[in-house]
């Protein structure tokens, strides 16, 4: 029974397999070729909902494996690898949730240049001239049906071989569109850049879930 279950599973990993384009792989693993080769990373980004494009919100993110810094919408988060902590300077609050806890609830961004690798079915797409390069899209399909997501689109630059751009279609007619403008690798960063000290936020509310 135990071996029958396993010829089972394997079917299926060959038929998700079976179903990607190997053009659209082979560029895909050449980005992450690319990732993976470097220690860190900043990534300067827009984003905007639906296609107002005229309210497109900019961020910025340092990664180093699965720490971050990331400044967005008035809001900044440290993670540790252990700990998410959410500054929100307007509020004067500070909240602390458990790395395990956040990454259920939401994809991390120390994995935006990584979601891709698995749970999609990959197919190649058209290519578009923007901002003066070709860049390649791939539509990934998520494999498990309860996701409110039902593809995405990610432009990849076929010149450096970076990721452009992300376009998520929600099942609701939603979408919702992730520009990265500039990526650096390598960035040099000090040792406790990735630390949370409470002693800087002093005349702030901590509040730990």
């Given at each position: 029974m135990k071996n029958f279950f396993?010829?089972?599973?394997?079917?299926?990993?060959?038929?998700?397999?079976?179903?990607?384009d190997a053009n659209a792989v082979k560029l895909l693993d050449k980005v992450s070729f690319k990732i993976d080769k470097a220690d860190t990373y900043k990534i300067e980004f827009s984003y905007h909902v639906d296609d107002?494009?005229?309210?497109?919100?900019?961020?910025?993110?340092?990664?180093?494996?699965?720490?971050?810094?990331?400044?967005?919408?008035?809001?900044?988060?440290?993670?540790?690898?252990?700990?998410?902590?959410?500054?929100?300077?307007?509020?004067?609050?500070?909240?602390?949730?458990d790395i395990l806890k956040e990454n259920k609830k939401s994809l991390s961004p120390s994995n935006l240049l990584?979601?891709?690798?698995?749970?999609?079915?990959?197919?190649?797409?058209?290519?578009k001239k923007e901002s003066s390069f070709l860049n390649q899209y791939?539509?990934?399909?998520?494999?498990?049906?309860?996701?409110?997501?039902?593809?995405?689109?990610?432009?990849?630059?076929?010149?450096?071989?970076?990721?452009?751009?992300?376009i998520e279609f929600g099942k609701n007619k939603s979408k919702i569109t992730l520009?990265?403008?500039?990526i650096f690798y390598n960035t040099e960063l000090k040792d406790d850049f990735f630390d949370f000290n409470e002693n800087d936020y002093l005349d702030y509310?901590?509040?730990?879930?």
């Open positions: 396993s010829i089972i599973l394997l079917i299926n990993i060959i038929n998700v397999f079976s179903q990607n107002n494009i005229d309210q497109k919100e900019k961020g910025i993110v340092f990664i180093k494996k699965d720490n971050y810094v990331l400044d967005f919408f008035g809001v900044k988060q440290i993670c540790d690898s252990k700990f998410v902590y959410t500054i929100v300077s307007e509020n004067k609050e500070v909240i602390i949730s990584k979601f891709y690798r698995d749970g999609y079915i990959i197919k190649n797409e058209e290519s791939i539509k990934l399909i998520p494999i498990e049906n309860k996701q409110e997501i039902s593809h995405l689109l990610i432009g990849i630059n076929t010149i450096s071989n970076d990721i452009f751009k992300v520009e990265i403008n500039n509310y901590i509040e730990k879930l």
